[in-house]
């Protein structure tokens, strides 16, 4: 499902666990717009746009954006601000709504300490999925080896 096509289905309440980071963006950048959302809607919504924002300014950086923001003394209120700021200038989600993503952000002003590295952290349309446990996504996929002479 398109990232476009995700946000603007009717009643979206959730986030879809494990999405790919352009379609959480839809979501996100569609909570952040609706008028009625709750506390918790947009506490996860700006909990996305800090991980694809962090993600995209400290390449590389491993142990989660909290660890990044204790590296360089970011506060949650300013790394929050920062994301629901930049939520909310995304254009409404589209077909190509991608690039538009990424023009937007390359443009925001970075937080002390990024340092992106080309298009390392952009979000995309596909992503490396994990392999399912037994190498298969969906267990009817999951054939026994054939017995016999």
């Known amino acids: 499902m398109t990232a476009y096509k995700y946000a603007t289905l009717p009643c979206i309440t959730r986030e879809k666990p494990n999405t790919i980071a352009i379609t959480s963006l839809a979501w996100a950048r569609t909570v952040i717009h ?49 994301a629901f700021a930049f939520l909310h200038s995304l254009p409404a989600p589209h ?31 596909k992503a490396h999925r994990v392999p399912h446990p037994g190498g298969h996504r969906y267990p009817h996929q999951h054939r026994p080896p054939a017995q016999g002479g």
């Open 95 to 125: 077909r190509e709504w991608g690039p538009q993503v990424w023009q937007v952000m390359k443009a925001w002003p970075a937080l002390p300490g990024a340092a992106p590295q080309g298009g390392k952290g952009q979000p995309r349309r």
């Open 34 to 82: 609706t008028p009625d959302a709750s506390g918790d809607d947009l506490a996860r919504a700006c909990a996305v746009g800090v991980r694809v924002l962090l993600g995209y300014w400290y390449p590389g950086q491993a142990g989660g954006t909290a660890r990044i923001m204790a590296a360089h003394r970011l506060s949650a209120r300013q790394v929050n601000r920062t």
